[in-house]
């Protein structure tokens, strides 16, 4: 599977972005999908993960109430509309994604996806 992400840019403080995450080489269907971010100098953190059975969500905390992640399968896409930007919002997002299920408690883990995107920077200016 290969994955594109999409839809970063330059936002003030309080305005909003869709990232995409357009896959090809097979459906996504029936893969788990997230999103992380790394900041500057910081290490990759979780922002939000979805399950393909059910489609439950999780949220990193930071960003609980303000993101929401969503898939919309006859595009064979992963989206994240991100609205209240921080400018601590700033980081390069990455989607990932892993075939089947994932336990809910490692749906945060990094290594448990098995293919990336190439990642789309987000900068939130105060």
């Known amino acids: 599977v290969q994955l594109q992400a999409s839809g970063g840019g330059l936002v003030q403080a309080g305005g909003s972005l869709k990232l995409s995450c357009a896959a090809s080489g097979r459906t996504i269907s029936s893969d788990s999908m997230g999103w992380f971010r790394q900041a500057p100098g910081k290490e990759r953190e979780f922002v939000a993960a979805?399950?393909?059975?059910?489609?439950?969500?999780r949220y990193a905390d930071s960003v609980k109430g303000r993101f929401t992640i969503s898939r919309d399968r006859a595009k064979n896409t992963l989206y994240l509309q991100m609205n209240s930007l921080k400018p601590e919002d700033t980081a390069i997002y990455y989607c990932a994604g892993r075939d089947g299920r994932i336990i809910t408690s490692h749906m945060s883990r990094a290594e448990v996806y098995s293919y990336w995107g190439q990642g789309t920077l987000v900068t939130v200016s105060s």
């Open positions: 979805i399950d393909p059975w059910n489609g439950s969500t």
